[in-house]
């Protein structure tokens, strides 16, 4: 199949790393994270690097035009050459614009924008639900992935279970508002370009997958 050139989005708790490593797997595309951009460009102190340093160090907030000239640098890599998927990234409709401009510059085109949507309800059951192994990371879920003996993990045995601190209802409720807040007008911008695809994320993994494969053609 052809590289793509993707942009994901989904609430936290939505499935989206997991589809995005199918996106990554089946294209043959990069994964990238403004994140991951950042702390690559301050390690390497780069030129933008730098500048990113110098505000961080001083408690202020990166401008689009030092994200946005990191991610031109990134995708002109060799690894993005085939495609690659956002993940974070635009957060805002400045940023989509911005987007659009270096895309312009560098002739190239934005095959869709995929947003995984699944209801707030059964986002709050799948986060506050999840628990794993102390021993060995294995996840489950008080729902969805109960071990098959009480108290002990399946894999190593082990009698240890963790849940994190901010996997409560009020944490993720605050977290589902905060990306409802800010993906709610991207939404109609890529609408209106013909390139939001919306996947219906309620439902199994597999049938998930099969619906972005659908979306973007195969």
């Known amino acids: ?26 294209y043959s595309i990069v994964q990238l994270s403004t994140g991951d951009m950042l702390r690559a460009a301050v390690a ?8 990113a340093r110098l505000v961080m160090d001083a408690g202020g907030l990166l401008s689009d035009d030092i994200i946005v000239g990191m991610i031109s640098d990134r995708i002109g ?22 987007l659009d401009v270096l895309f312009d510059e560098k002739y190239l085109r934005l095959d869709a924008v995929l947003e995984i949507r699944v209801p707030d309800e059964r986002l709050v059951e799948r986060i506050t639900g999840r628990f794993a192994c102390e021993g060995c990371g294995e996840g489950y ?36 508002i905060a990306y409802h807040e800010q993906t709610a007008p991207l939404l109609p911008f890529y609408d209106a370009k013909g390139l939001l695809k919306v996947v219906n994320g309620d439902q199994n993994m597999n049938a998930v997958t099969a619906e972005l494969k659908e979306a973007l053609g195969d």
């Open 1 to 26: 199949m052809n590289g793509k050139r993707l942009i994901l989005m989904g609430p936290p708790g939505g499935g989206k790393g997991t589809q995005a490593r199918f996106l990554q797997d089946v």
């Open 44 to 51: 390497h102190g780069t030129r933008l690097g730098k500048k």
């Open 77 to 98: 890599e060799a690894d993005c050459e085939n495609g690659f998927i956002f993940d974070g990234f635009p957060r805002t409709v400045a940023q989509a614009e911005a």
């Open 141 to 176: 879920h008080d729902i969805y992935k109960r071990p098959k003996t009480d108290a002990l993990c399946d894999v190593c045995g082990g009698g240890g279970f963790l849940r994190r601190a901010d996997d409560n209802k009020e944490t993720v409720n605050a977290r589902l």
